[in-house]
């Protein structure tokens, strides 16, 4: 399976942007990159995903590296509520058994 | 509309009994995803449905683990013979299609604890 890396944990404060960094060397042309975060004491939600352009939607943006080896979660004015783990993976576009492989995230730590 | 439910939303049991999870997807869905999260661990792949067709069994962690998803829709999780090292955070996730399109959904999750 395709890995990604994320440093353990951040910080960032409140009302400031935030760029959450992934690395995914090993990428493959069609693995799409996927972003969840979780929440406290609540199942992973889904922010956003994308191929090889950047994505924007109401709740962050994606930035892709031309090469696609890594990608930038952006939270454009992070709030208290965006404290969670947030995850980087990678999900084949054909892929029988579609095993979605979860890392251990990046923990966003926000100050007021 | 109504999100993944998961029942019970807390467990307790003591070693050796079996357990059932039960997991409600999202209306329509055809994909169903069973994970487990260890304390401050990431999530760890269990199984995976995907309409009628035989599920992918292989993160299943020994075979005391067993999966099922009845009419496409609900789904259970049993552990017989629970064991200390099977507490853990139990998470179901649904997803319209299963394809790379197709975001997952998360209840959630059932919190086992063995004593």
């Known amino acids: 399976d395709a890995k990604t890396t994320q440093p353990n944990s951040m910080e960032s404060n409140e009302e400031e942007p935030v760029h959450l960094p992934c690395n995914h060397s090993?990428?493959?042309?069609?693995?799409?990159i996927h972003w969840y975060r979780q929440l406290p004491s609540q199942g992973p939600e889904y922010v956003i995903h994308?191929?090889?352009s950047n994505v924007n939607n109401r709740m962050a943006s994606l930035a892709i590296a031309e090469d696609r080896k890594s990608s930038t979660l952006i939270l454009h004015r992070a709030t208290l509520r965006d404290a969670a783990v947030y995850y980087c993976?990678?999900?084949?576009?054909?892929?029988?058994?579609?095993?979605?492989?979860f890392g251990k995230g990046t923990r966003l730590h926000i100050l007021p | 509309g109504a999100g993944v439910s998961q029942s019970p939303s807390n467990k307790v049991t003591e070693k050796g009994k079996d357990v059932e999870l039960r997991c409600d997807p999202i209306?329509?869905?055809?994909?169903l995803y069973w994970y487990r999260q260890s304390l401050g661990q990431g999530l760890e792949f269990l199984i995976y449905?995907?309409?009628?067709?035989?599920?992918?069994k292989s993160g299943l962690p020994s075979d005391r683990f067993s999966a099922e998803r009845t009419g496409g829709s609900v789904s259970t999780l049993t552990i017989q013979r629970t064991q200390q090292e099977d507490s853990a955070v139990y998470l179901c996730?649904?997803?319209?299609?299963?394809?790379?399109?197709?975001?997952?959904?998360f209840g959630n999750g059932t919190r086992l604890t063995v004593t």
């Open positions: 996730a649904s997803s319209l299609t299963g394809g790379v399109n197709s975001p997952l959904h």
């Open positions: 209306s329509g869905h055809t994909a």
């Open positions: 090993t990428i493959s042309g069609t693995d799409y």
């Open positions: 993976i990678l999900r084949p576009l054909m892929n029988r058994d579609d095993k979605i492989i």
């Open positions: 449905f995907q309409g009628n067709s035989a599920p992918d």
């Open positions: 994308g191929l090889t």
